[in-house]
């Protein structure tokens, strides 16, 4: 007869290093171009929106605003987006200034005769190889109007 045993296997706990700790994601930052000005004020209007909501949730922030919204780097001009049921894009471009960055775009400037005294103050005049090196930077996310 066979005998049977009632005893426990062993086992053993395999030994494992800690995981290593988490590393922080890149921050996400949000380039956002427009080319709209007067012209389409709700495609203008919606891309100030974006980048005035991304502010205030603490989203690094580049607008760029080329063509037609090159004007509303100079003071005064955005007073003249009038659109129904949105916020001002006074009050939309000063959030983005606050805490973010604004561009207008070189030749769009240029062929406005718009120069760096023109701008308000903290708006930034430069070219494509600044707007290539934001939009392609890690995290970044570029959005055209």
Same mark, same amino acid.
């Given at each position: 007869?066979?005998? !049977?045993?009632?005893?426990? /296997?062993?086992?053993?706990? =395999?030994? +494992?290093? /800690?995981? /290593?700790? %988490? ?7 949000? !380039? ?6 007067? *012209?389409? =004020? ?13 502010? #205030? ?5 580049? &607008? ?10 100079? %003071?005064?001009? #955005? ?11 006074? *009050? ?5 200034? $606050?805490?973010? +960055?604004?561009? !207008? ?9 718009? +120069?760096?005294? *023109?701008? &308000?103050?903290?708006?930034?005049? $430069? ?10 930077? =890690?995290?970044?996310? #570029? &959005?055209?109007?």
């Amino acid at each position: 007869m066979a005998s !049977v045993s009632y005893a426990r /296997p062993v086992t053993t706990t =395999p030994t +494992t290093s /800690p995981a /290593p700790a %988490p590393t922080a994601a890149p921050a996400r930052t949000l !380039v956002v171009k427009t080319t709209s000005g007067t *012209d389409r =004020p709700e495609a203008a209007n919606q891309a100030f929106t974006v980048a005035a909501a991304a502010v #205030a949730a603490g989203v690094p922030v580049s &607008l760029w605003l080329t063509g037609e919204a090159a004007w509303f780097g100079v %003071p005064g001009r #955005a007073a003249e987006l009038v659109l129904e049921h949105a916020a001002p894009l006074p *009050d939309l471009l000063e959030a983005v200034l $606050a805490a973010g +960055t604004v561009t !207008v775009c070189t030749q769009c400037a240029a062929r406005r005769g718009i +120069t760096p005294d *023109d701008v &308000l103050a903290g708006v930034r005049i $430069a070219g494509a190889p600044v707007f290539v090196e934001e939009a392609l930077a =890690p995290g970044a996310q #570029a &959005l055209v109007y």
